[in-house]
């Protein structure tokens, strides 16, 4: 039997975006090349949302600190960075500031981090949380774009961009703005998902494929992004000095992504990729593969840290 608590209670969405045609429903429900579809990535625009689908966000966002995998990613990447030399942090798409408090808590760590988000929901959240967890007294919040950084050229230490990066615009925009802001010799570290490998695993792989399409395209607006990096920063004059990769996959039961397939039946269906129904179903049987000890889910990883020459 399916537990109830995965089930998200039906909402009315209202949108206008640009669609494409990508799949479309066959006789039970399936889907087939053909359908129209819309080019959104629900992340990236935040600030245009109902605030019950920001909620789910934010819920989905401070979660993801309940898997052990994921924070292993951000520590090691923050392990390998001075914090102690660092009074300037800039965090480009902050979120509800999972991360922000984790650079805080860090031994050595006494700077001033500016969270900088584009939802007003999701600033009002950090705010919160950052009171709650005691930490907010070297937060400043501010409602901003990425695209154009309200700061001056080369006033940040460290510039940081957390799983922001696949949801922008344009990338290649955001970094040059990231560069501005940075000092000569200050550091820019960009994580992020190599989202062309997101996949979940289906008993039809036909099936399985239109369906990891339709998520990427709901949810990752660059999903091969940081394969262009390295050619990015070459161009904007960073050095890239060190780099990690992950491979995050989740056999047998799921963790990490049962996170994200709670997510589902608001984010896909927002966007308009399949009815609330196909999406229901669609969840379900992954949380019963997973209770089956039969789930497959996985994605690749990577940290890049860039410098400014200076």
């Known amino acids: 039997m399916i537990n109830p608590h995965w089930r998200v209670p039906e909402m009315r969405w209202i949108m206008q975006t640009r669609t494409r045609r990508c799949a479309q429903k066959t006789d039970g429900g399936l889907l087939s090349a053909g359908a129209i579809m819309p080019n959104i990535d629900i992340y990236g625009r935040t600030h245009e949302l109902e605030p019950e689908v920001v909620e789910a966000m934010a819920v989905r966002l401070e979660g993801r600190r309940a898997s052990s995998r994921y924070m292993s990613m951000l520590h090691d990447y923050l392990?390998?960075?001075?914090?102690?030399?660092?009074?300037?942090?800039l965090v480009i798409g902050a979120g509800t500031g999972v991360e922000v408090r984790e650079i805080i808590r860090r031994p050595g760590f006494g700077g001033v981090i500016t969270a900088l988000e584009l939802s007003k929901q999701l600033v009002a959240v950090g705010q919160r949380k950052a009171v709650e967890e005691g930490v907010d007294d070297r937060i400043v919040w501010k409602v901003g774009d990425a695209h154009a950084i309200d700061a001056a050229d080369a006033c940040f230490d460290l510039v940081i961009a957390h799983t922001v990066i696949s949801h922008v615009d344009a990338p290649d925009r955001v970094m040059a703005e990231a560069r501005r802001v940075l000092r000569p010799g200050g550091t820019l570290v960009v994580f992020?998902?190599?989202y062309a490998t997101y996949t979940f695993g289906t008993l039809d792989p036909e099936q399985g494929r239109?369906?990891?399409?339709?998520?990427?395209?709901?949810?990752i607006a660059n999903p091969r992004v940081m394969r262009t990096l390295p050619r990015v920063f070459r161009h904007l004059g960073l050095d890239l000095v060190d780099w990690r990769t992950y491979v995050l996959n989740e056999v047998g039961r799921g963790d990490f992504f049962l996170g994200s397939?709670?997510?589902?039946?608001?984010?896909?269906?927002r966007a308009g990729v399949a009815t609330a129904d196909e999406v229901q179903a669609y969840v379900d049987d992954q949380?019963?593969?997973?209770e089956n000890g039969a789930f497959f889910a996985g994605s690749n990883f990577v940290t890049y840290i860039a410098r400014r020459p200076g």
């Open 79 to 89: 392990d390998r960075l001075d914090l102690k030399a660092t009074d300037k942090v």
């Open 192 to 194: 992020d998902g190599d």
């Open 210 to 219: 239109l369906w990891d399409e339709r998520i990427i395209r709901a949810m």
């Open 261 to 269: 397939l709670r997510t589902f039946p608001v984010f896909l269906t």
């Open 287 to 290: 949380f019963q593969a997973s």
